[in-house]
């Protein structure tokens, strides 16, 4: 089952996403205008689309929801408790918190989840999407920034193309209204093309640095943390919260996803470590090769 799961759906996600790192290894890539093409057109038209047309459940949604949000509150409090038993400089531990915290749910996950479940999983990883994102632009800034960046949160989400592609489909879901084709294949076509895409980004974006390996206890800490602590955490929440069958599965293999490209970004913008923050990045999308390959079998086995 493991060596299916690699070959079938871990494999060709990372074979797109290493012409991705050899591109921008030969040639001049503007991530900017790649990150801007993902993040207000493929990835907000993707969601839409998706919850057109696979239309999940509205009990499926709010539960999404509240496991997204309640095991960023488990990851925050365990890092809280970590980096302090530990004693990591404040700015190493706002730095491993975010890697903890905010995992690659878009870029990494809807590929995994359109291969490893054959579409199914895809409109409850794209409520995922938006909750992480909601999360990342107000808990994300607080510990990057402190308490005294809210209003930067906020205005950042008001801005965010992902929430009116969301708030968008679900009007037109509630009044059960029918795009005309002239919109749904356009639609489509660019839901298409997010996967190839997003992962020649996320490969680009991976290739554009390299590993330093500062500060290696707290670094393999925070990597431990990501991809083994998360996923054990999501268990013991999934079956608090009683969940099962599909929606378990892909929640659980969606907490194993490595640490989300955003949080060097937030490195940068608040001086939170950038350069560990890329190691943290790198080390955790290279490991989630075995780790979510381990995930998905193991949820099929678990739920």
């Not at 995922?128 to 949160?153: C, H, P, V």
């Amino acid at each position: 089952m493991f060596s299916y799961i690699a070959f079938n759906v871990i494999i060709p996600i990372f074979l797109v996403m290493g012409l991705g790192y050899l591109l921008s290894k030969y040639f001049t890539l503007d991530l900017g205008s790649l990150s801007k093409l993902n993040f207000y057109i493929f990835i907000p038209v993707f969601m839409f689309y998706s919850l057109l047309i696979f239309k999940p459940e509205n009990k499926e949604m709010a539960e999404t929801v509240v496991f997204n949000v309640l095991l960023a509150l488990l990851s925050l409090g365990a890092m809280v408790g970590v980096t302090r038993f530990l004693k990591f400089n404040p700015s190493l531990a706002a730095a491993s918190t975010l890697g903890v915290m905010i995992f690659n749910s878009a870029n990494y996950g809807i590929p995994v989840m359109d291969l490893a479940f054959q579409g199914g999983g895809v409109a409850i990883q794209v409520i995922t999407i938006t909750t992480m994102n909601i999360i990342t632009y107000t808990l994300g800034i607080l510990i990057a920034g402190g308490w005294s960046e809210w209003k930067n949160g906020l205005q950042t989400i008001l801005k965010l193309p992902i929430l009116y592609a969301l708030i968008a489909a679900l009007v037109i879901r509630g009044f059960n209204l029918n795009l005309p084709d002239a919109l749904m294949t356009p639609l489509k076509w660019t839901s298409d093309g997010m996967l190839p895409v997003a992962l020649l980004t996320l490969g680009a974006q991976l290739g554009q640095g390299g590993l330093s390996l500062y500060h290696p206890r707290e670094l393999w800490i925070t990597v431990a943390a990501r991809l083994f602590l998360c996923p054990l955490a999501a268990y013991g929440l999934l079956h608090l919260m009683g969940l099962h069958g599909l929606l378990a599965r892909v929640l659980f293999v969606s907490s194993a996803f490595p640490t989300a490209v955003v949080t060097v970004l937030f490195g940068i913008e608040y001086d939170k470590e950038p350069t560990f923050m890329a190691d943290v990045v790198l080390i955790t999308t290279l490991l989630s090769t075995a780790t979510v390959t381990a995930a998905i079998g193991l949820s099929t086995v678990l739920f």
